[in-house]
């Protein structure tokens, strides 16, 4: 029994939650590259602090660390930036419609996927109706020859 056709996401739709956890850091990574970047500069500069530590270089472990905390900012920057620029504008770079455009195309939606239901269960309907035809007539096959060849013999006989 398939669902009709509607029940599937458009392909200008991304499901976050269907894809594999590799493309799914892969897509937001392309959406928001500032945020990656600025993760792997802070962990650099976390590293060359611990790797400043070890060596004794106390003055270089603190420029480091400075570092780790401007960088730090500067991501959760860009990751709250990117999350007001893509509540506003679709990954497509569209801005979105206002919520009553919204609801209206929600409500069309809502209603085209209601009419392939519905045309999808009409048609589930005529193809048990046909199958139950089928049935009633193989059923009723060889009784139905057999007594009409013998009222027809019966009617010859009386001429």
């Known amino acids: 029994m398939s669902m009709p056709s509607s029940f599937e996401t458009s392909s200008e739709e991304v499901d976050l939650h269907r894809l594999p956890f590799g493309a799914k850091v892969k ?15 802070t962990t650099g500069a976390v590293v060359l602090a611990m790797k400043n530590v ?12 400075r570092w780790r905390v401007g960088l730090q900012a500067l991501t959760l920057a ?20 206002d919520p009553q455009e919204q609801l209206k195309a929600m409500q069309k939606k809502t209603r085209r996927r209601e009419q392939l239901w519905i045309e999808e269960l009409e048609r589930r309907d005529r193809e048990t109706r046909a199958r139950k035809e089928r049935a009633e007539r193989a059923r009723q096959g060889p009784e139905g020859s057999g007594s009409g060849s013998g009222s027809g013999s019966g009617s010859e006989s009386s001429t």
């Open 27 to 41: 897509y937001l990574c392309k959406q928001q590259p500032l945020v990656p970047i600025g993760c792997l500069l």
């Open 54 to 65: 070890r060596m004794g270089r106390s003055r270089n472990a603190q420029v480091w660390l």
């Open 78 to 97: 860009a990751l709250v930036g990117g999350g007001y620029y893509y509540a506003g504008v679709g990954a497509s770079g569209r801005t979105q419609p």
